[in-house]
Nanobody
Framework: QVQLVESGGGLVQTGDSLRLTCAAS????????VAWFRQAPGKEREFVAA????????YYTDSAKGRFTISRDNAKKSVYLQMNSLKPEDTAIYYC???????????????????WGQGTQVTVSS
């Protein structure tokens, strides 16, 4: 069974950058697609970005394109989310999630992912 632990969140100002890390344990992680989701207070969990097992295919929500970059290092069992030009509307708890297939769900639905981390808080002040 794979377990995920997110880190790297914090309080930053508008325009700053953060790099989130999703560290995994478990032998199957390297063959699984991984996604980042976020959930702001009072809102539904929403898709941010996803990456396939090898790292050569990525997907982003429109608000993340051009500002966020998802990447992975299977040797380190880690997936990263580099977030640049942060805005107050990026404030949320960020979760990483794994899917027991090699490619992400194009639907972006949270229900398509099989295991989740506990989340890390990102707060962007104006």
């Amino acid at each position: 069974q794979v377990q995920l632990v997110e880190s790297g969140g914090g309080l930053v100002q508008t325009g700053d950058s953060l790099r989130l890390t999703c560290a995994a344990s478990g032998r199957t992680f390297g063959s699984n697609a991984v996604a980042w989701f976020r959930q702001a207070p009072g809102k539904e969990r929403e898709f941010v970005a996803a990456i396939n097992w090898s790292g050569d295919t990525t997907y982003y929500t429109d608000s993340a394109k051009g500002r966020f970059t998802i990447s992975r290092d299977n040797a380190k069992k880690s997936v990263y989310l580099q977030m640049n030009s942060l805005k107050p509307e990026d404030t949320a708890i960020y979760y990483c999630a794994g899917r027991l297939t090699s490619y992400p769900a194009t639907s972006g639905r949270p229900t398509e992912y099989n295991y989740w981390g506990q989340g890390t808080q990102v707060t962007v002040s104006s």
